[in-house]
């Protein structure tokens, strides 16, 4: 494929995938979390669960200024308010933004919501103050160049300041594919090529809470780890840790598989 096509290529999938996610959000979100009340009332209960393993990485959040990035429906950054944080969704949906600005209403906590793009934001919003940014699940693979979305985020922090990334782990979502829904008759069977370049139509993530008449096709770029944070580290991101995780919800699904990781960077 030449550079053109490439080029061509990526902002196709960059055109499908922002109309894909501005589709009906909202409606999906009140499926699968129920009203802004009842979201806001389990968040209250346990904050620090909602944030799962971030919340070691971040320390104390107390008094810092947080930059969610493609934050979606504004649960981690209300859980984050919860707990004392200035906390700021950047995310290109309005139906991601009417769900968290809703949620952080009934929570009773205050958050601010950019809605944009996160690798075109306006100069005024790269301020450079921000202590910690992060981005997590089901992020990187809507990117056909990650470098654009790390400089965003090496541009919104102080010096000093840290970056949390937390995805899909590539073995887990590239190279195997699983079926069974029990541990007992779980199977796996490499199916994917794990140095692939090749952008993968999908359905998006939350079609299962949309009408199947309104579901909508996105196209994936499922990056390897070497490729991940070898862009970290071009933007000028130092490397303090890489966690491989297991399926967290349960110690004997998947036992031995690594399902999610995490980056913790700093500026």
């Known amino acids: 494929m030449s550079?053109?096509?490439?080029?061509?290529?990526?902002?196709?999938?960059?055109?499908?995938?922002?109309e894909a996610w501005n589709q009906l959000t909202y409606e999906a979100w009140i499926n699968k979390f129920g009203t802004s009340d009842k979201a806001a009332e389990r968040i209250r209960q346990n904050s620090e669960k909602v944030l799962s393993v971030l919340l070691p990485k971040f320390g104390d959040v107390n008094g810092k200024k947080i930059a969610n990035l493609m934050g979606s429906n504004g649960t981690k950054a209300v859980a984050l308010a919860m707990l004392g944080a200035e906390a700021v969704v950047m995310d290109f949906s309005e139906g991601n933004r009417r769900y968290a600005m809703e949620l952080a209403e009934s929570a009773g906590v205050s958050i601010r919501y950019v809605l944009e793009n996160v690798v075109e934001l306006p100069e005024e919003e790269l301020?450079?103050?921000y202590d910690i940014v992060f981005a997590?699940?089901?992020?990187?693979?809507?990117?056909?160049?990650?470098?654009p979305l790390f400089q965003t985020a090496f541009r919104l922090l102080k010096k000093d300041g840290i970056f949390v990334l937390r995805d899909f782990h590539p073995v887990s979502n590239k190279l195997i594919t699983s079926r069974g829904t029990t541990a007992?008759?779980?199977?796996?069977?490499?199916?994917?090529d794990y140095f692939s370049t090749e952008l993968v139509e999908s359905e998006i993530s939350f079609a299962k809470y949309m009408p199947e008449s309104e579901t909508r096709k996105v196209y994936l770029r499922k990056w390897n780890l070497g490729e991940i944070i070898t862009a970290m580290a071009q933007v000028g991101f130092h490397i303090e840790g890489l966690d491989e995780e297991p399926n967290m919800s349960c110690e004997q699904f998947d036992?031995?598989?690594?399902?999610?990781?995490t980056i913790k960077a700093r500026k």
């Open 184 to 192: 007992k008759i779980r199977k796996h069977k490499v199916t994917g």
């Open 255 to 261: 036992k031995g598989i690594p399902k999610t990781f």
């Open 3 to 18: 550079e053109f096509e490439k080029e061509k290529a990526s902002e196709i999938c960059k055109q499908e995938n922002e």
């Open 127 to 129: 301020t450079g103050d």
């Open 136 to 147: 997590e699940i089901g992020i990187l693979h809507y990117f056909t160049d990650l470098h």
